[in-house]
């Protein structure tokens, strides 16, 4: 009996030997109120944890969260996995740890952990200390499932679902518990000096307590609070130092402080000193592409039950971290962006394409060559190798210089003077083919320019004053355009470039005398005046804040 007492006071274990041996054994005792103490509260998780002297619920930023804060899920930067054992410094004493984190950028971050203590080659005693010189094991262990979502505010809630089983060899006993853990965590985006790098933590160890009956009655695990505090302060360009504090409560009326402070240089490596609960500790870490090695040394409990050893942690940090999902999102966003809108584009070109041809093709039919030829100019600037908008072009085309060469024909055969009518023709042949070659490069006020000074030699040229008209109809649909891209450009608040884009509409704006015209005018004006009161308002902003 002596032995098993030995190892149940070194670990701070309040478990009554009616909880272990039924009723074959007696030993300590419980005052039945309080419940007894969970031996993993006695020993936490982590190598990290241990050299900053356990005050680490306010961060908890690793797989261990799920035995010290689940809220602190949220804050793993990337799936991870933690492996940590630790020699009890009693022999066939050891105690295990292993923790899996997955974050998701959306959906919370779910962790999952295993911890075991394991106690083998216990001689038997009975209550007289007599022995027969059989030994047995004792085996406690814990599942933890873990969930954490932020929500606002920098607050982040989450929770731990725990299985607790424990059994002795020596009787056959197995005995499986559930429990829960609640925790949250607060981290504010402060931007002020002071309060930037803030994090505060709480967490309810069995906020829904385990109920062990190895017994003929049902004992509960004790509850434990932990109430921290951590501060961020950066130190020079790349270096940062976390301060830690946290105070912890336990239900039997058992309080403790711990305080742990850890120094970082640019993610390569760390150094921590800690004080848990008066009793030092310290350690060290490093890191190397995707393996973090941590190691602390200090006592494992506060009673110096077991002195003072060493301990290492080993965390596997996979996948991408969330800055880089973030990342890869924004790129897989703007590249779908960039699809939606190349499909848009394409879809809205073979719109224009399928309009444009079917309005050259019924010009065409009403023989109205010039505007059939405009359009199906259009269709080839869409689609160069389109044959057929191709044909009809140059088919269009055809027509317009046989109609244009029959009117001068005529012209000069009814001319008094034929000289004098051949002269006039060859200038305005002139006049026509410049026209034509700067209405095909979208030139439409010079082209108009052009046509309008041949219909003055001939006032009467049906070919002349068609070539005009559409040339007016085509820059009344540019001036149109460039007036819908500047109210584009102004509701993104692009007032400069929506600005210029209206200066070049208002001096391609056609015959100011015509009534749609005069209205196309007006309407580039109060365009105008909204985006310079607009300016000024920004501007007057601008000056106010600096004065403030």
Do not use: C
């Amino acid at each position: 009996m002596s032995k098993i007492r030995k190892i149940i006071r070194q670990m701070s274990i309040s478990i009554t030997l009616t909880l272990l041996m039924g009723t074959h054994i007696t030993g300590l005792a419980q005052d039945g109120k309080a419940g007894l103490q969970n031996p993993l509260h006695e020993l936490g998780a982590g190598a990290r944890a241990f050299s900053l002297g356990r005050a680490y619920v306010a961060m908890a930023d690793d797989p261990s969260a799920v035995y010290w804060n689940p809220a602190g899920l949220e804050y793993v930067p990337r799936m991870s996995f933690t492996l940590f054992r630790s020699p009890l410094a009693l022999a066939g004493v050891s105690y295990d740890f292993l923790g899996f984190v997955f974050p998701t950028l959306q959906l919370g971050s779910v962790g999952v952990g295993y911890s075991r203590i394991g106690v083998s080659d216990i001689l038997f005693t009975d209550e007289f200390n007599a022995t027969d010189g059989s030994m047995f094991s004792y085996d406690y262990s814990e599942i933890y499932i873990a969930y954490a979502k932020k929500i606002w505010w920098g607050l982040t809630p989450g929770l731990t679902f725990k299985v607790n089983q424990q059994s002795i060899s020596l009787t056959g006993q197995d005995n499986s518990a559930f429990g829960l853990d609640a925790g949250l965590m607060y981290r504010p985006d402060f931007q002020n000096g002071i309060l930037s790098g803030i994090s505060l933590g709480f967490h309810y160890q069995n906020l829904i307590k385990p109920e062990l009956n190895f017994s003929a009655n049902k004992d509960s695990l004790a509850s434990q609070m932990s109430i921290g505090l951590m501060k961020g302060i950066p130190v020079g360009l790349s270096g940062r130092l976390n301060v830690l504090l946290s105070y912890v409560q336990i239900e039997n009326g058992t309080s403790a402080f711990h305080t742990g402070a850890e120094y970082q240089f640019q993610n390569l490596g760390n150094i921590r000193v800690g004080f848990d609960n008066n009793t030092p500790s310290f350690g060290a870490g490093v890191e190397y592409k995707f393996v973090n090695i941590d190691y602390a040394f200090g006592n494992l409990s506060t009673d110096n039950a077991f002195s003072a050893s060493h301990r290492f942690s080993v965390t596997f940090n996979l996948g991408k971290s969330r800055e880089e999902k973030i990342l890869q999102a924004d790129e897989n966003r703007i590249a779908r962006e960039k699809e939606l809108v190349e499909s848009t584009k394409s879809q809205e070109r073979q719109r224009r394409i399928a309009e444009s041809m079917q309005r050259g093709k019924d010009y065409l039919d009403n023989s109205n060559y010039f505007e059939a030829s405009v359009e199906f100019q259009r269709v080839i600037q869409d689609d160069p190798f389109n044959t057929t908008a191709q044909a009809l072009f140059d088919s269009s085309q055809g027509f317009i210089e046989r109609e244009f060469e029959k009117r001068q024909e005529e012209a000069i055969a009814q001319a008094v003077d034929a000289g004098m009518a051949a002269q006039t023709q060859q200038q305005i042949n002139i006049y026509f083919e410049r026209g034509r070659n700067l209405l095909q490069n979208k030139q439409y006020t010079d082209a108009l320019m052009q046509f309008n000074q041949a219909l003055e030699l001939r006032p009467d040229d049906p070919v002349l004053t068609e070539a005009a008209n559409s040339t007016k109809r085509q820059l009344s649909e540019e001036v149109r355009t460039l007036v819908q891209d500047a109210r584009q450009k102004f509701r993104l608040g692009n007032y400069s470039d929506a600005l210029q884009v209206l200066s070049e509409a208002l001096i391609l704006s056609p015959d100011p005398d015509q009534p749609a015209s005069q209205a196309l005018r007006d309407e580039i004006n109060t365009l105008t005046r909204r985006i310079r009161l607009q300016q000024f308002l920004i501007r007057g902003l601008a000056m106010l804040r600096a004065e403030e």
